[in-house]
């Protein structure tokens, strides 16, 4: 069965950069995207970016340009997001998300299957 | 900066029907583009509910369904069930931020 599998929390300090993963089974990653999206505390769901399964190809929230990352290891079908420079608002879970196309962020996209999201708190 | 306003909150006793609203603009739902929805319990991963506005994936009770109207969006659970106390949000795509994927504000679910 499908599953999406992140990894586990992290404390970094302002400035420092934070690299979760996501490990996906049960399908291959070069026939899907994954897309991540946070959290904050209080606060509702954010989209981040998405990355391609198949070609690697990214698309960043405006937010995030110049201080998001993300990559895609099809030899361990994982994927990973980081993120730079970070302040004290980058407080949140991070969930990575299967993304229903593989080759480009299109209009439609939908997440169907959801990991089990990763606290990151950025404390001095 | 969410661009889709969902209410805050609402409720209903059990077996009651509640609705949830998703209000965009004419660069997101009013462009045409299809509004998907998920549920979200505290500390749990989100669940796909709805895709392409109405579709139910495998496994989603056809308690819950979904349609699109000009600008707006609706979700809708018949039969409320205890279990369906949560947290909702509609999600979008937004052609004027640089393409981007959008999440509504989140609406929580009660069960009186």
């Known amino acids: 069965q499908v599953q999406v599998e992140q990894s586990g929390a992290e404390v970094k300090k302002p400035g420092a950069s934070v690299k979760v993963s996501c490990k996906a089974s049960g399908y291959s990653i070069t026939n899907y995207g994954f897309s991540w999206v946070r959290q904050a505390p209080g606060q509702g769901l954010e989209w981040m970016g998405w990355i391609s399964g198949y070609n690697g190809k990214t698309n960043y929230a405006q937010k995030f340009q110049g201080r998001i990352t993300m990559t895609t290891d099809t030899t361990t079908s994982t994927a990973y997001m980081e993120l730079g420079s970070l302040r004290f608002d980058d407080t949140a879970v991070y969930y990575c998300?299967?993304?229903?196309?593989?080759?480009?962020?299109?209009?439609?996209?939908?997440?169907?299957?959801w990991g089990q999201g990763t606290l990151v708190t950025v404390s001095s | 900066q969410s661009v889709l306003t969902q209410p805050p909150s609402v409720s209903g006793a059990p077996g009651q029907t509640v609705t949830i609203s998703c209000t965009g603009s004419s660069s997101n739902i009013g462009a045409g583009y299809d509004v998907h929805w998920y549920q979200h319990l505290p500390g749990t991963a989100p669940k796909l509910l709805i895709y392409?506005?109405?579709n139910r994936p495998s496994g989603v009770p056809d308690r819950f369904s979904g349609s699109r109207s000009g600008t707006s969006a609706s979700l809708a659970i018949t039969g409320l069930q205890a279990e369906d106390e949560a947290d909702y949000y509609c999600?979008?795509?937004?052609?004027?931020?640089?393409?981007?994927?959008?999440f509504g504000t989140g609406t929580k679910v009660t069960v009186l």
């Open positions: 998300a299967r993304a229903s196309d593989s080759s480009a962020w299109t209009t439609g996209e939908f997440f169907d299957f």
């Open positions: 392409g506005n109405f």
């Open positions: 999600q979008s795509y937004d052609r004027s931020l640089n393409g981007s994927g959008i």
